[in-house]
């Protein structure tokens, strides 16, 4: 009876430490998400604020909706330049899984703000289309979206795990709707674009955070630090992706443009 009595008292001790072991776990995760979207929120307000002028003598171009760009302005939105921005991003994203393998923790997670940044520097302008009630509007609904969706993920007891590959076609084939509609411009499939990518989005949000928990569960017993820390980084980085995909898309919907 003793040694039956000890043994459990081990094993509630070891999954004491678990959990307190995955809270800190989710609290990294949580914590460099959003320090990442708050350099992007910054880097994007920097960069439109030195893009656009008021003073028509200090314009090197008018845009459409009469807004005044600077030199800066109108290289990062009407030359080439503009193509560098918005790819380089993407490049990062494919290129992070080879940090992950060989980089620090510390390099990793250095490498994630500096992606961080560039996001912001494509996202620019938007704060030269859209108002910015609308931005700031649209961007407390998507934070409250994503905490009950990432809430209801971290609580659930329904397993979620086979929503991954469904999901992931959805992404593949909403981009391939999204380049075909920049050839035909229509207005009807940007909303419905709009509104499914909302969907999957939203989706990924409740399967990407039961797989960061599931994931720490599975390789807490190994001790790994160095790789716990990777994974925080990494699931960061996955929420990221889906906070922000699903706040552009619903400033398709909600945004007022200038």
């Not at 000890?6 to 989710?26: K, N, P």
């Not at 949580?30 to 003073?55: C, E, F, P, R």
């Not at 700031?136 to 994503?146: G, N, P, R, S």
């Not at 980084?233 to 992706?241: D, E, K, T």
């Amino acid at each position: 009876m003793a040694d039956y009595q000890t043994i459990r008292s081990t094993a509630g001790v070891r999954t004491a430490e678990i959990d307190e072991g995955l809270r800190a776990h989710m609290n990294k995760v949580y914590g460099t998400m959003s320090v990442g979207m708050l350099i992007t929120a910054l880097a994007a307000w920097a960069i439109a604020g030195l893009a656009t002028t008021t003073d028509p003598a200090q314009a090197a171009v008018q845009m459409n909706n009469g807004t005044l760009l600077t030199g800066l302005g109108a290289a990062l939105y009407t030359s080439p330049l503009r193509w560098v921005v918005m790819f380089a991003p993407l490049l990062m994203i494919f290129g992070f899984g080879a940090v992950m393998n060989r980089a620090s923790a510390a390099a990793t997670q250095l490498f994630f703000f500096v992606f961080a940044t560039l996001i912001g520097v494509s996202l620019s302008s938007i704060f030269i289309v859209f108002t910015s009630f609308s931005i700031v509007q649209t961007f407390l609904v998507t934070a409250i979206a994503f905490a009950g969706l990432s809430l209801w993920g971290y609580t659930t007891k329904k397993d979620i795990s086979g929503w991954g590959s469904f999901l992931i076609m959805g992404v593949i084939g909403l981009l391939v709707a999204m380049v075909i509609n920049i050839f035909l411009q229509s207005p009807a499939m940007m909303f419905a674009i709009s509104g499914i990518g909302v969907l999957i989005f939203a989706a990924l949000t409740a399967y990407d955070t039961q797989n960061i928990k599931n994931q720490y569960l599975a390789h807490a017993h190994h001790g790994d630090v160095e790789w716990l820390e990777k994974s925080a980084i990494h699931g960061a980085l996955n929420l990221y992706l889906d906070f922000l995909n699903m706040f552009q898309f619903l400033l398709m919907f909600m945004g007022q443009q200038e």
